[in-house]
């Protein structure tokens, strides 16, 4: 994305191991970094991105979590040696580190759109107050935009606030909920079935498909939840 | 001229091809002959294309009953039937009318219809499906 | 122009796709056979990749507002223009004010309907497919409704002549390429995915059962009914990037086949992935209909990839000489 800037990349150590690469049909290639769920190493999989970006026989990149779906243009005449190359690209690529633009979204924390609030009070043994404040304390890091348009996966929840995705989604979850996924937030884009757990609502909207670029977060994007109101 | 097989005769780049050299040459046809077929292509002698000079009809096969229901709209490969209907095969016994798509000439992947000339019920089918028919082949005849 | 005068819902405007944009969240879409919508396109001369309608809900019809190449392919609709029989994968000229009408397919899903120049809707994003997810592109972002007028762009690369001609469609033209059961179903050729191994015994039954399409099912995914799978031991999956033809089993045991309208991103475990050769196969199968997967590889996917790319190659160079050698036929 245009908005995003580079810093000097950093070598990183070689004992973080080898990612694991995986084939979806015949011509996707999941590679999923080692280790934790965490910047360092969404840090490579941007680096990855970045480097196959240029390659003439690469179609589309999907960065995930801690991982990214290289896409050819065609099937591979010789998949274990593009398997071979991505990994001797991931062994001399160092981190990237994306830094983006600080968001701010004005959010009303409670009342009728927190529909799980309870739920996560119950969870984590926290007053509504103490869940509210440790959401809204916290900076959060654009990991990955996907899943619906414009989504953006944020990194950098309190532990003490984390709630597992719901087994059954809510049926009709509204747009601009702020919401909370197992060890990640988010700020719903499509009103539709969600699994995940609604704590609060914001006006922002965070896609448009007539602008250039459609999507307001990118990855590296800093997000800062304001606590406009609290209705609790 | 001779070539092992006919069917070589059938990509439509190769019957262009001969087209444009019956016509370059002022030759009103050529007949071309193989172990497991012929070919005959029809120019319109000393006429541009744009001229209303009508080509005769070649028939291969002679000596059919009835009279001419519908002809081979092109040089290709005869099909009864299109691939996806094989139940609406037009056979002998058939009742068709004008203008109807009695059966199809397949040029490579393309299918060109053969159209029924006239009303009539089917008295004679001269091709078998996978057969390759020269333009202006006589396929079916009828009885009015 | 054309004009909609009948229609059922979720018939949608289609391209090839909204390819390049899924890394922020904005599904591919596109048609759901490619193949069709392909050999629709050069039929009435177009780029392949021109918008056209999906149909996949019927009776369908249409009222021409002025003369116009039109190319139907996919699924036989038994296809009358003003009441006069179409043959299946056909194109032919429209003349101003004739009704084209489509009734249910006894076969396959979905049916093309390609117009000479293509659908004039505005470009979002790369695509003039409908994102019915996204409420964007196609005609307002919505299925077509009774009523609708849809604008052509011009184009006048192919005559077709009088009567119409055809294609023969990849089953038939290939008839050894694309396997079908004794019984008639469907066998789509997958490769296992990440978490394949993780199902042990399970993934056993996943290649040696029959599965059914149920009622679940439509352009996002394809929900599958039949002995639930389990995994061997329950796996947290970060989420990753989702494509078409993933076969993902989600906590219940019964797979699900991502399709068109899939999401980006997902994190249920995915047991294999429908090669790309299959997929428009799977664009056509109907709901209550059986499938079985088999286990193939990425020799056998090269071979139908490049199967299929001759069968499209052959179309485009053999098409325009055959049009221009008829219309050279009929001046005579």
């Not at chain 3, 249920?268 to 193939?296: E, N, T």
């Not at chain 3, 590889?297 to 790319?309: F, G, K, M, N």
Request: proline share 7%.
């Amino acid at each position: 994305m245009s908005n995003t800037s580079l810093k000097a990349p950093h070598v990183t150590p070689a004992h973080m191991g080898l990612p694991k690469i995986s084939m979806i049909g015949n011509r996707s290639y999941l590679v999923e970094a080692p280790g934790e769920l965490d910047l360092p190493a969404q840090r490579r999989i941007w680096a990855l991105e970045r480097t196959l970006k240029a390659r003439p026989d690469v179609h589309e990149l999907i960065p995930g979590m801690t991982n990214l779906l290289v896409i050819l243009q065609r099937t591979a005449e010789d998949s274990g040696r593009f398997q071979d190359e991505l990994l001797e690209i991931w062994q001399q690529t160092a981190e990237l580190d994306l830094l983006g633009k600080t968001i701010e979204v004005p959010t009303t924390y409670g009342g009728e759109h927190a529909i799980d609030l309870a739920a996560i009070c119950d969870y984590s043994g926290l007053t509504d107050k103490e869940v509210v404040r440790l959401h809204w304390e916290r900076t959060y890091t654009v990991f990955s935009v996907g899943s619906a348009p414009g989504f953006g996966y944020l990194g950098g929840l309190d532990p003490r606030i984390f709630m597992p995705r719901k087994k059954v989604p809510s049926l009709r979850m509204l747009k601009g909920m702020v919401t909370i996924g197992g060890m990640q937030s988010g700020i719903s884009v499509l009103t539709g079935p969600n699994g995940w757990n609604s704590i609060g609502f914001t006006e922002l909207t965070v896609f448009d498909a007539t602008a250039e670029p459609p999507t307001l977060l990118a990855p590296g994007d800093r997000v800062r939840f304001i606590p406009e109101r609290v209705e609790l | 001229m001779k070539r092992s097989s006919i069917s070589s005769f059938s990509n439509p780049a190769v019957i262009a091809e001969l087209a444009a050299h019956l016509h370059r040459n002022n030759v009103a046809s050529i007949h071309i002959e193989a172990a497991d077929g012929e070919l005959k292509l029809v120019a319109p002698v000393g006429a541009s294309l744009q001229t209303t000079h009508r080509a005769t009809p070649v028939l291969i096969s002679a000596s059919q009953p009835g009279s001419l229901l519908a002809k081979a709209p092109t040089a290709g490969i005869f099909a009864a039937a299109h691939p996806l209907r094989p139940e609406r095969e037009i056979s002998t016994g058939s009742a068709v009318a004008k203008g109807d798509i009695v059966a199809f000439v397949k040029v490579g992947p393309v299918l060109v219809p053969v159209i029924a000339e006239k009303a009539g019920k089917v008295v004679s089918v001269t091709s078998e499906t996978g057969t390759l028919v020269g333009y202006g082949t006589s396929l079916f005849t009828a009885k009015t | 122009m054309i004009h909609v005068l009948g229609c059922g819902p979720l018939n949608t405007i289609q391209d090839l796709g909204r390819a390049g944009y899924r890394n922020i969240g904005v599904t591919a879409t596109g048609a759901m056979d490619p193949i069709a919508l392909k050999v629709g396109n050069l039929l009435v001369g177009n780029d392949e990749d021109a918008a056209g309608i999906e149909i996949q809900t019927f009776p369908f019809r249409i009222e021409f507002e002025q003369a116009q190449v039109f190319a139907l392919t996919g699924a036989d609709c038994a296809a009358r223009l003003d009441g006069q029989d179409l043959p299946p994968w056909w194109c032919i000229r429209a003349e101003p004010g004739q009704v084209l009408e489509l009734s249910t397919p006894m076969k396959s899903a979905r049916a093309y309907l390609c117009l000479q120049g293509g659908i004039d809707v505005p470009l979002v994003m790369g695509s003039r497919s409908t994102s019915l997810r996204g409420s964007f592109g196609g005609h307002e972002g919505r299925p077509l409704a009774v009523g609708d007028i849809l604008p052509v762009m011009a184009g006048t690369t192919i005559s077709p002549p009088v009567n119409g001609f055809g294609i023969v469609p990849p089953a038939q033209a290939m008839p050894n390429l694309f396997p079908v059961s004794d019984t008639g179903d469907l066998i789509l050729r997958a490769i296992p995915a990440g978490e394949h191994d993780l199902f042990g015994d399970d993934s056993e039954r996943f290649w040696s059962q029959t599965w059914k399409i149920t009622s679940q099912s439509d352009r996002t995914g394809y929900r599958l009914s039949g002995a639930p799978l389990q995994l061997s031991a329950p796996v947290e999956l970060r989420s990753y990037g989702i494509i078409p033809g993933i076969v993902q089993v989600p906590p219940g045991g019964e797979p699900i086949i991502q399709m068109s309208d899939a999401n980006t991103a997902g994190g249920y475990p995915k047991m294999a992935g429908v090669i790309d050769g299959d997929l428009w196969r799977l664009g056509q199968a109907r709901i209550g209909s059986k499938i079985s997967f088999r286990q193939s590889s990425l020799t056998e996917a090269l071979a139908v990839e490049r199967a299929i790319d001759a069968y499209i190659d052959d179309i485009r160079r053999t098409l325009p000489l055959v049009a221009n050698a008829l219309v050279a036929m009929t001046k005579r």
